[in-house]
């Protein structure tokens, strides 16, 4: 009997589309600055994360100071989770959404 071809599960990627991010969404945080450990129920909420991929459209313009692995400050109003894992932290958000990128002080060469 001859061998089947082994067939090889293909990797999924997600690329964002139009003036659009993939990021993944920083875990809510479960304890204060002052060291105070809240409960499950009273996380607050986090409004950080990593840019995992930007679209090729952002990628070319030199307007938005985006790059991959930016960690940025978002509006997640308009964000879409994507369910893609399972811990589901992952979503694209429109470009507008992202209100800062953090950036080392001083770091000027990544200022254009």
Known sequence: MPDKP???????????IGLRVLL????????TKSGIHLPDKIEIPTLT???VSISAEIEMEE???I???DRVLFNPKQGIPVDFEGDNRLFVIPVEDIVAVFR????ESERG
């Open 63 to 65: 307007k938005y100071p």
């Open 67 to 69: 790059k991959q692995y």
């Open 104 to 107: 080392a002080a001083g770091d």
């Open 24 to 31: 993944r969404k920083d875990e809510d945080k479960k304890q």
């Open 49 to 51: 994360g990593r840019v």
């Open 6 to 16: 082994k067939t090889r599960s293909k990797l999924e990627v997600i690329e964002p």
